[in-house]
């Protein structure tokens, strides 16, 4: 079982930029991405990426500001959030596919909440106007 801790959250005014980062312990697994839920709304996909492959998939809201990567020496993932938005305030979560390195997981990952089975407690992200 993979555990998550996420870190890097705070608070940035519009046009800044952070990085939140998520370490797995005991090791990477197969699709890992960013979920975010901001007060009153559903929790929404942000970017996803295949750590076998360094494949990654993100939401249309974020896509050209936000990069995913992953670390595989750290067994960890980066998302770099640029040119922010006060619309990107929200809790991020880190999340974790079912699939360890040596199984056979899928070769492409989806930003769908329900196809991940490990998730972080979150890490607050407030961007000012």
């Known amino acids: 079982q993979v555990q998550l801790v996420e870190s890097g959250g705070g608070s940035v005014q519009a046009g800044g930029s952070l990085r939140l980062s998520c370490r797995a312990s005991?090791?990477?697994?197969?699709?890992m991405g960013w979920f975010r839920q901001a007060p009153g709304k559903e929790r929404e996909g942000v970017a996803v990426?295949?750590?076998?492959?360094?494949?990654?998939t993100y939401a249309s809201s974020v896509k050209g500001r936000f990069t995913i990567s992953h670390d595989s020496a750290e067994n960890t993932i980066y998302l770099e959030v640029s040119s922010a938005k006060p619309e990107d305030s929200a809790m991020y979560y880190c999340?974790?596919?079912?699939?360890?390195?040596?199984?056979?997981?899928?070769?492409?990952?989806?930003?769908?909440?329900?196809?991940?089975?490990?998730w972080g407690r979150g890490t607050q992200v407030t961007v000012s106007s």
């Open positions: 005991p090791y990477s697994h197969n699709c």
């Open positions: 990426i295949h750590t076998a492959d360094g494949v990654t």
């Open positions: 999340a974790a596919d079912p699939f360890a390195p040596g199984d056979y997981g899928p070769v492409e990952c989806i930003l769908f909440a329900e196809l991940f089975d490990f």
